[in-house]
């Protein structure tokens, strides 16, 4: 187990670097931060010159590959950090110098337990990217398929579970500091990066959720997910399919390609709610590096390593906000809120509906390009102090992946409107999902599950209470109180009987007296 000074001694390297890029004057300045944090912010910048505007995202980029992965997670959290911060970081590139290909190619043979050359009949020694936590090189297989080999760098698992300890013990003092610390839960934060993270670290969950994610697309005009291959894939390494195409950050390729790019936005937008909304299992790192165009129009996803899932009760309860707030109907999403439990039950849901309002009715019926996120995220920040509104995990991932698909749509189509795009999606899911024949079949399905249980319930039962043998059961005996338990009762409750007799003879004399008064 790491010692607290490790931790201690780690935080202060980290807050060294954090300092010389700026990074440390929100966090002394904002005055929800605990005083014990102001206080070791203030000696990890001693001695440091601040530049004038803070560069969160080169001081991850510094710090190292967990880091970057935290400020990644981070910059979905302006609650947290800061609205400057989180704005900041979303421009965080998870881009590192590669590793040698010699350490590659040794890391594979000893993934595989077998000489690459089995494997591949080819591999481009120059990686096309080299990220926090693995590098991809091109290769050809031995049967001569194009594919995409990405590589683990090696120790990084290590590595990770060094920096996480730390992060945990880091989270866990600041939540126990109670007030504003507690509601903004960073414990939670920090368990969802860890779990987020281990799977980036297993290369075979990432393979699975490609699969899965590509069952879920299946049918969907125009978007493309790769396929594994599973014969080249294990926890450390993953071959998948190559993708030739432009990258979608590339407008100007786009358009000399002949691509339509206000009908890309769309299709983009589409595809997330179709993922988020109606499969419940989404891709959360679609940025623009992640995303290719092909010839005909085909939207291409690649890099599987973080994934959201939404359950189904969570699902309606989005599809009904976002419903509620294209449509004006803020009572209804107030509603939502308390029924979902994200606003504790002693506030209004009239007042919430009105603060809801506040910040909705500037965004309806505007292009994005007319709209201040920032204001807008002031707002709505705002109102998850006023309401006592805790953090919700599970929706990080979704906030995040928004944020980028907004900022990827926005890109190709400046006058995309959001709202106007996603609307007729999310009534028709609501119809078909919520609608009486929907809820109805959802009954039926509810109650022949339940029925169907049944047997299983009482075989457990029976396990746990066993018929007996032929024997009839006894009759329940009765309790008699053996002497030695009277002895040994006797000798421990004088004192008891003694002080229970003086108040019996008080009572009975008081009544005497009582009496003879009367």
Wanted: aromatic share 8%.
């Amino acid at each position: 187990m790491t010692q607290p000074a490790t931790h201690i001694f780690r935080l202060l390297k980290w807050g060294r670097t954090l300092a010389r890029h700026g990074a440390l004057r929100g966090i002394e300045r904002d005055p929800n931060t605990p005083g014990p944090v102001k206080r070791l912010a203030r000696i990890a910048r001693f001695g440091t010159f601040q530049p004038a505007q803070p560069d969160y995202a080169g001081a991850f980029q510094e710090i190292g590959p967990a880091a970057i992965k935290l400020g990644q997670s981070l910059a979905t959290r302006p609650d947290l950090v800061g609205e400057d911060a989180a704005r900041n970081l979303l421009s965080l590139q998870d881009s590192l110098p590669p590793v040698a290909y010699p350490e590659i190619e040794r890391a594979i043979e000893a993934s595989f337990g077998q000489p690459v050359d089995t494997l591949f009949a080819e591999i481009d020694s120059v990686p096309v990217g080299a990220a926090s936590i693995a590098q991809v090189h091109r290769a050809v297989t031995t049967d001569g398929r194009q594919v995409a080999i990405k590589v683990l760098r090696p120790g990084i698992r290590e590595r990770f579970a060094r920096d996480i300890a730390t992060y945990e013990w880091a989270a866990a003092h600041l939540e126990a500091l109670g007030g504003e610390a507690a509601r903004l839960r960073p414990r939670l934060t920090i368990a969802n990066f860890k779990r987020w993270t281990n799977r980036e670290l297993d290369l075979r969950r990432e393979a699975a959720s490609a699969s899965e994610l590509a069952d879920a697309m299946r049918g969907v005009e125009r978007y493309c997910i790769p396929s594994i291959d599973w014969d080249r894939t294990n926890g450390r390494v993953m071959t998948i399919e190559w993708i030739d195409g432009i990258k979608i950050s590339d407008r100007e390729a786009l358009v000399a390609a002949g691509h339509d790019l206000p009908e890309l936005a769309r299709r983009l937008v589409l595809a997330f709610l179709r993922q988020a909304i109606s499969a419940g299992f989404f891709h959360a790192d679609m940025h623009q590096g992640n995303l290719f165009v092909q010839a005909d129009g085909t939207i291409v996803a690649i890099d599987f390593g973080i994934m959201g899932r939404i359950d189904r009760q969570a699902r309606q309860w989005l599809a009904e906000i976002l419903y509620g707030l294209t449509t004006g109907n803020y009572r209804r999403v107030a509603e939502i809120h308390f029924e979902a439990q994200y606003v504790p039950s002693y506030h209004s849901v009239d007042e919430f509906a009105t603060a809801l309002r506040a910040v909705g009715e500037p965004m309806r019926g505007k292009p994005v390009s007319e709209l201040s996120v920032g204001q807008m995220l002031d707002g709505l920040f705002a109102i998850t102090r006023d309401f006592d509104m805790q953090t919700q995990p599970h929706l990080l991932l979704l906030q995040k992946t928004m944020v980028m698909v907004e900022g990827i749509a926005t890109q190709l189509d400046p006058e995309i409107n959001m709202w106007d795009v996603s609307a007729p999606y999310v009534r028709s899911w609501i119809r078909d999902e919520l609608g009486p024949e929907a809820a109805l079949a959802g009954r039926l399905r509810e109650d022949t599950e339940t029925l169907l249980r049944i047997p299983a319930l009482i075989r457990r039962l029976e396990e746990k209470f066993p018929p007996r043998g032929g024997a009839p059961e006894p009759p329940p005996l009765p309790k008699i109180e053996l002497m030695w338990q009277r002895r040994n009762r006797k000798r421990r409750d004088w004192p008891g009987y003694l002080l229970a007799g003086l108040i019996g003879g008080g009572a009975v004399a008081a009544a005497t007296l009582l009496d003879w008064i009367g």
